[in-house]
């Protein structure tokens, strides 16, 4: 029985999603490996996507930040685009992107799909008349009932909902509230008086003459390459390959439901042509263990409130957070001056008698600053930062990327990351997860021999001079990966294969063993004219020293959009040895719904969708799978 639906499942046309959310899913699903699916990072680029698809901008009026913002755009692409506006004026279609040579098929979708094109390129900011008579109030809820039980020690009910509403106009202003429970969460009880456990008050103004952009309550930031501040979307290996390790200073409202934001105000101001300042003010109450002395012992970031345990850390940290960084831009060079001071009301003393986190930032005031740099054309691109804390400790990353002909590109980055540097915001490309204990280099190369085929390397060697978890000496780890993508009509197929070395501890912690992962990915998609698409996914998993174990999950799932309609559906069979051979799922979900499955055991995986666009004010959307129900509405009016 269980070999017939194994048979049937891959005789079943599978979709990816309904095409006009197809090309930004598929980059999403496409570019993550696992240590980017076990971070709460991409949940950010994901909420991104999902706000710029359902909000996009206009191309002809876009600034360099707001392109910045856009985690699959190159610094060459960034370059190409702004230099060809700047030649030949306004866009008068997005099939002008096809100028753009730098931009691949995927990237030209992908940015078609979270941009429109307007008729001025340099249009007056508008009236408040305007904006209140033209701008759109959007609400929307989402919630979520789970088909199997709870623990007993949570204190709300199994039902995870929020509730947006969001007024906007343009690429001008943007203004909302949010309201978030997750499953298990009080709702009006156990210290949420308020009703949800999770509010986000936010407000972006952009492109008022010389202020580039101002945001008020919640927001993010991000500086250069990330060794200072960076609040913002993570750098994974196969996204940095593609976006070819560019640096960002970016401002952004939060409106999502994520943990990672700061709080207060922040702004943008052009001194000049060529000169732009960033600076912010932060002060917000944040999840902390606490030692019986009242220091904090760790920094939350989970920001789940279920059982009372978890409730007694909530907010019982405050957190000062002020800094900017100024900007100078000309020619394709980028120089930015980059500083962030912190202060917490309680001093942060970790367990330092665990070896691994001996050199874990501690203390009350932490300062660190840098010096970014980079340079980009059309063809070449160099970007660095290099960043010191309050004691010196040093922190660099500097990349180099190179578009050459017959469709070859290049990438080196190095980074080079001290034992006892210590930032509680740096979030930047890292193989161990941390901007501390790193050093080591990636090389990316890119082959596109035909229009319809892509091929794409990395090799990435990491050293950790310092004692890790579950590593209690020096170590290193090194991480491959091919991958393949052929297009034939109407037929993608793509295959990827990647080998991590490793190493940890052995059983009596003498000496250290070397682990040995290789994971492999085949999949076969199909997108149809008439609106179905379909794609066949094998996923597995071997790890040699895990005594042989191995893990394998066979997805199916297919779409079919007509007119106002969108169906999704989907079923994998999945099979693993041990938690350690665990395989990974990604599913359709509603809109800011974030959906990736981690798999274990033995099993059946399945899911139906629908969407309606029961008009052009109104949206409905609900799905069920087997572990719950989720319903989702949208008006816009």
């Known amino acids: 029985m269980k070999s017939q639906i194994v048979v049937w499942l891959c005789m079943l046309p599978m979709a990816l999603g309904a095409q006009e959310e197809r090309p930004w899913r598929e980059y999403l699903n496409e570019v993550m490996t696992v240590e980017d699916v076990e971070s709460s990072q991409w949940e950010d680029v994901y909420d991104l996507l999902c706000e710029l698809s359902q909000h996009p901008f206009d191309l002809n009026t876009a600034t360099r930040s707001q392109l910045e913002d856009l985690p699959f755009l190159s610094a060459q692409q960034i370059e190409e685009l702004q230099e060809y506006l700047y030649r030949y004026g306004p866009m008068k279609s997005k099939g002008e992107l096809l100028m753009i040579r730098s931009l691949d098929e995927p990237r030209r979708e992908l940015l078609s799909s979270v941009c429109y094109v307007g008729e001025s390129s340099h249009p007056s900011f508008p009236s408040l008349h305007t904006i209140t008579r033209y701008g759109h109030h959007e609400l929307m809820a989402t919630a979520r009932v789970p088909l199997q039980g709870q623990k007993d020690d949570y204190l709300g009910s199994p039902l995870r909902h929020w509730l947006r509403y969001q007024f906007s106009y343009g690429d001008y202003l943007k203004l909302g509230i949010l309201g978030a429970n997750d499953a298990g969460e009080p709702f009006f009880a156990h210290g949420n008086r308020w009703g949800y456990d999770h509010y986000a008050l936010y407000g972006q103004l952009r492109n008022l003459g010389c202020l580039e952009s101002l945001c008020l309550g919640h927001y993010r930031v991000s500086m250069g390459m990330g060794l200072v501040m960076n609040s913002q979307s993570g750098f994974g290996k196969v996204a940095m390959l593609q976006s070819l390790g560019r640096s960002q200073t970016t401002l952004m409202a939060h409106a999502s439901r994520t943990d990672n934001y700061l709080q207060g105000a922040a702004a943008t101001v052009r001194l000049s042509k060529q000169l732009s300042l960033t600076s912010f003010f932060s002060y917000r109450a944040v999840d902390a263990t606490l030692n019986r002395d009242g220091t904090a012992a760790t920094i939350l970031s989970s920001a789940y409130h279920r059982t009372q345990g978890e409730m007694d850390k909530k907010h019982n940290l405050d957190v000062l957070k002020t800094g900017g960084s100024l900007l100078y831009t000309s020619h394709g060079v980028q120089l930015g001056l980059n500083t962030c001071y912190t202060h917490l009301s309680r001093r942060l003393r970790p367990n330092t008698a665990l070896l691994y986190r001996q050199h874990y930032p501690q203390g009350r005031d932490f300062l660190n600053t840098s010096l970014s740099y980079g340079y980009a054309n059309s063809r070449f691109a160099l970007n660095g930062e290099t960043a010191i804390d309050r004691q010196g400790h040093l922190a660099t990353v500097n990349s180099a990327s190179v578009l050459l002909g017959d469709g070859w590109s290049l990438m080196a980055l190095q980074r080079f990351y001290a034992f006892r540097y210590a930032s509680l915001d740096a979030r930047s490309y890292s193989s161990g997860g941390r901007v501390q204990n790193e050093?080591?280099?990636?090389?990316?190369?890119?082959?596109?021999?035909?229009?319809?085929?892509?091929?794409?390397?990395?090799?990435?060697?990491?050293?950790?001079?310092?004692?890790?978890?579950?590593?209690?000496?020096?170590?290193?780890?090194?991480?491959?990966?091919?991958?393949?993508?052929?297009?034939?009509?109407?037929?993608?197929?793509?295959?990827?294969?990647?080998?991590?070395?490793?190493?940890?501890?052995?059983?009596?912690?003498?000496?250290?063993?070397?682990?040995?992962?290789?994971?492999?990915?085949?999949?076969?998609?199909?997108?149809?004219?008439?609106?179905?698409?379909?794609?066949?996914?094998?996923?597995?998993?071997?790890?040699?020293?895990?005594?042989?174990?191995?893990?394998?999950?066979?997805?199916?799932?297919?779409?079919?959009?007509?007119?106002?309609?969108?169906?999704?559906?989907?079923?994998?069979?999945?099979?693993?040895?041990?938690?350690?051979?665990?395989?990974?799922?990604?599913?359709?979900?509603?809109?800011?719904?974030y959906s990736m499955m981690q798999l274990y055991g033995e099993g059946f995986r399945y899911w139906l969708m629908a969407r309606a666009d029961v008009s052009r004010h109104l949206m409905l959307s609900a799905k069920a799978s087997d572990t719950g129900f989720d319903v989702q509405i949208k008006w816009k009016f």
Do not use: I
């Open 439 to 593: 050093s080591g280099l990636y090389l990316g190369l890119t082959w596109k021999p035909s229009p319809h085929l892509q091929l794409m390397a990395y090799t990435d060697f990491a050293y950790y001079a310092w004692a890790r978890y579950r590593v209690l000496q020096s170590s290193y780890a090194w991480d491959h990966l091919l991958q393949g993508t052929l297009h034939h009509r109407l037929w993608t197929f793509s295959a990827r294969y990647r080998l991590q070395q490793k190493q940890r501890d052995n059983v009596s912690k003498t000496a250290l063993q070397n682990l040995t992962e290789h994971r492999l990915r085949l999949s076969a998609g199909y997108a149809g004219k008439s609106g179905f698409s379909s794609l066949s996914q094998l996923d597995g998993c071997y790890l040699p020293q895990e005594q042989h174990a191995w893990g394998r999950v066979l997805t199916q799932r297919f779409s079919y959009q007509y007119r106002w309609l969108t169906l999704h559906a989907g079923a994998s069979y999945y099979h693993t040895d041990n938690y350690a051979s665990r395989v990974y799922l990604y599913e359709n979900a509603p809109l800011y719904t």
